[in-house]
Structure formats: C-alpha cells, structure tokens
C-alpha cells in the first residue's frame, strides 16, 4: 500500500540555519510528489512538486527538494531559515500520477524557528 | 483573485446530529476535492468531484457524502455525528484535468461534543 513517512514530528532550527526535512515514501509506480506548508489557522500552500525529469526541484520561498528513487526520498531543503517559515510541512505522493486529487499525505513535520 | 473559500470556519455539533460543510472553489476551477485532518491521523482523502460528479472517494462510510453544484461549489454532508469526526476539514480545486496541483481553502474546524 501506498505510504508517506515524515519520520520528524518536530524540529526547531535557528534563524539563518539550513533546514532539510525527510520525507520517505512507498508507492510502487514512479510517484508524483509534494510538499505543502501549512500555517496555524491556514489551509495548506504548494510549495513545490515533482512529476519527472530534473531530480532537483525548485520551488517558492526558496525551498528545494531532491528526490532520490534508490532511497524512495523527497527530502525538502532550504539554506537559510527565515522566522517566517516557522509552519507545519507535508510531503505527499499522488495516487494515480496525482491526476484525480488523490494524494496520501504524511504526518507533517512541525517547524520551529530560533531567533 | 480570490481563493478557495469555505465555510463555516469553526462548528459545534453534538453526537448523532448532521454537518454540512461548504466550499467554493477558485473562479474557473471545475474540480473540487475534500478532505479530513484529523489529529493523530494527518490529511486523509475524503472525496473528489469534478462537473457536478463524484468522481473518487477514500476510504470513508458512506455517511460522509457530498454534492456539486452546477456553479462548482460543494457541500460536504456528514451524518450521525460520531466524536471522531471531529477534525479540519480542507476544501481544494483544481483546473480540470490539473488535480495535481491543488490550492487549498483554509478549512472548517469541525467539533462534536
């Protein structure tokens, strides 16, 4: 069966910091592949996404993930954590190349930011 | 341009009554998508409807159902409230055809006492 896993529940990093958040994924077709980013009270915004081609994918906010087949990971990255990036981030794989909305979301990872 | 909307924000029902829920999806959007964020239980697939249709649902009972209307708004209907139903219930659309890119309304918090 399809399964996402977000094997950080909580991390707390310092403003300035890098920041890489795992994502691990199980799903026996090419997976399509998301991170979305949810603030308190908001629903959640695309951060980025990875259908094929270039394994290294660039999204808004200056976040970037790597996916890496051989160890079925979508890690999600950013070299410099700003206080406003303090949310909660989920990595999701789409059922049926994500084309009917279906997607199986992980946990999430709930971010944290040191001035 | 306004986003995915949804309404009402917060709800308090008591166990064995109904919730609707409402949504309305970004202006063009024809797909509309619902699904349940539990505590404890992540974002869970609830239901898909595209041209007033329902075209997939999770794995939920069937007392949790839904419409589309034919302006694309939707409701979602959950009937004999049960306390674990209590969860944020997020509303997305999509172009047709582009269920892979969702934009997401910011949700109702539904809670049965």
């Known amino acids: 069966a399809q399964s996402v896993t977000q094997p950080d529940i909580h991390i707390t990093v310092s403003e300035g910091a890098s920041l890489e958040l795992r994502c691990n994924y199980s799903?026996?077709?090419?997976?399509?592949l998301f991170w979305y980013v949810q603030s308190p009270g908001q629903g959640l915004q695309l951060l980025l996404k990875?259908?094929?081609?270039?394994?290294l994918v660039q999204g808004i906010k200056g976040f970037e993930a790597e996916f890496k087949r051989s160890q079925s990971s979508f890690n999600l990255r950013k070299p410099s954590v700003h206080w406003s990036d303090a949310a909660e981030y989920f990595c999701?794989?789409?059922?049926?190349?994500?084309?009917?909305?279906?997607?199986?979301f992980g946990k999430g990872t709930k971010l944290s930011v040191k001035p | 341009e306004a986003g995915v909307t949804q309404s009402p924000t917060h709800l308090i029902k008591t166990r064995g009554q109904q919730a609707t829920l409402r949504c309305s999806p970004i202006?063009?959007?024809?797909?509309v998508y619902w699904y349940q964020q539990a505590l404890g239980l992540g974002l869970q697939f609830l239901l898909w409807?595209?041209?007033?249709?329902?075209?997939n649902r999770g794995n939920f009972p069937p007392r949790f159902s839904g419409r589309q209307f034919p302006n694309y708004s939707s409701e979602l209907n959950v009937n004999a409230l049960e306390l674990e139903d209590s969860a944020l219930y997020l509303c997305?659309?999509?172009?047709?055809?582009?269920?892979?890119?969702?934009?997401f309304g910011s949700g109702t918090q539904l809670s049965v006492l």
């Open positions: 999701a794989v789409g059922v049926y190349g994500g084309s009917q909305g279906n997607l199986i």
């Open positions: 990875y259908f094929s081609g270039d394994t």
């Open positions: 409807y595209d041209e007033g249709e329902e075209r």
């Open positions: 799903y026996g077709a090419t997976p399509y």
């Open positions: 997305a659309s999509s172009l047709a055809g582009e269920g892979a890119k969702l934009f």
């Open positions: 202006s063009g959007h024809t797909s």
